[in-house]
């Protein structure tokens, strides 16, 4: 399959979890203190599997004291969520959700200012042609991404608004034989045996649906220059 100049990506998730605290009803950032200023998303993929595994890292702006923190999500099962804030880290505790919400609880008041909050979670490689989605072409197998408008959640927990524009750093590990492309070029290509290592290069500010990326047997078009 080629690429050609249309755009590749989208990701979904989403949570099961017991309800334990209010649920937001306005937009996430008209009822929190709180802002990511970048995000570190790490993915494992393969266009032959259901499922994806991933990490992802947002860099915290926490104006008030808050105990309990509110991300879009769905689809999408957590691991483990840890916060790093004045020098303490705490476990957060994945609470009450609704169908496209993540609320993580902390133990202890997370102080103002830069924090970092670290999760560890899978989501479903789906069908359709939203969030990470498997396409097959010629008995070739491919992943592609499409998050607008609101299906990012469904990839990694996030703040998937688009009044948030932050700089996004994308890792991908894939098959050996695949390849793979997103917003930005590779800054490093590492080969680990069956797997193969794609990081690239940090984005300038975007907003959560615009991220992308695609994995597969791909083949590229030298598209001249301008």
Same mark, same amino acid.
């Given at each position: 399959m080629r690429i050609g100049?249309?755009?590749?990506? =989208?990701?979904a998730f989403g949570l099961a979890c017991s309800a334990a +605290?209010?649920? $937001?009803? !306005?937009?996430?950032?008209?009822?929190q203190d709180i802002s990511p200023?970048?995000?570190?998303?790490e993915l494992s993929v393969d266009p032959e599997q259901p499922q994806f595994t991933g990490t992802v890292q947002i860099s915290l702006d926490v104006r008030k004291p808050l105990a309990t923190l509110w991300l879009n999500a769905s689809d999408l099962t957590i691991q483990e969520a840890t916060l790093s =804030?004045?020098?303490?880290?705490?476990?957060?505790?994945?609470? +009450?959700?609704? $169908?496209? !919400?993540?609320n993580l609880q902390f133990e202890s008041m997370v102080p103002s200012g830069p924090a970092e909050l670290r999760i560890r979670y899978s989501g479903k490689i789906r069908q359709d042609t939203g969030g990470v989605?498997?396409?097959?072409?010629?008995?070739?197998?491919?992943?592609?991404?499409?998050f607008e408008a609101t299906e990012a959640?469904?990839?990694f927990p996030c703040f998937d608004e688009p009044s948030y524009k932050v700089p996004w750093q994308l890792t991908l590990h894939v098959p050996a034989q695949d390849k793979a492309v997103s917003n930005t070029p590779v800054i490093r290509e590492m080969a680990e045996g069956q797997r193969k290592t794609y990081v690239?290069?940090?984005?300038?500010?975007?907003?959560?649906?615009?991220v992308a990326f695609a994995v597969g047997p791909l083949e590229f078009v030298d598209a001249g220059k301008a």
């Open positions: 100049s249309w755009a590749v990506c =989208a990701i +605290a209010q649920i $937001p009803k !306005l937009r996430l950032a008209e009822v200023t970048r995000y570190g998303l =804030a004045a020098g303490k880290q705490q476990t957060a505790k994945a609470a +009450a959700s609704g $169908p496209d !919400l993540l989605f498997r396409l097959e072409d010629l008995g070739n197998k491919y992943l592609f991404t499409q959640r469904v990839a690239f290069q940090e984005t300038n500010p975007l907003p959560s649906y615009l």
